[in-house]
């Protein structure tokens, strides 16, 4: 979700943390709701005879990690994943 910082920030305090809880579920829903529909699809394109890889995702973490990292002092605005996942 997207909303100017200056509206935000000028509505009450109850009213933003509505308006954050509310956000949360929406994504919660939505991501819910995609993952069914990516699971439906998959099934389905496997029943038709398509062949799913389904790659290792911590050998890619490791891969990606020192171009990651570089990211991290070269270019982001934060330092670490830690922080990406505070926010």
């Given at each position: 979700?997207?909303?100017?910082?200056?509206?935000?920030?000028?509505?009450?305090?109850?009213?933003?943390?509505?308006?954050r809880k509310?956000a949360?579920e929406?994504?919660a829903?939505a991501?819910?709701?995609m993952?069914?529909?990516?699971?439906?699809?998959?099934?389905?394109?496997?029943r038709k005879?398509?062949?799913?890889?389904?790659?290792d995702?911590?050998a890619?973490?490791?891969?990606?990690?020192?171009?990651?990292?570089?990211?991290?002092?070269t270019?982001?605005?934060?330092?670490?994943?830690?922080?990406?996942?505070?926010?």
């Amino acid at each position: 979700m997207m909303i100017n910082r200056t509206f935000l920030d000028g509505l009450s305090k109850a009213d933003q943390d509505l308006i954050r809880k509310a956000a949360k579920e929406a994504a919660a829903w939505a991501n819910e709701k995609m993952k069914t529909g990516e699971l439906k699809l998959l099934i389905e394109l496997q029943r038709k005879g398509m062949q799913v890889v389904i790659p290792d995702a911590d050998a890619f973490r490791e891969k990606a990690k020192p171009a990651v990292e570089e990211l991290f002092r070269t270019e982001w605005p934060v330092t670490t994943w830690a922080e990406i996942l505070a926010q």
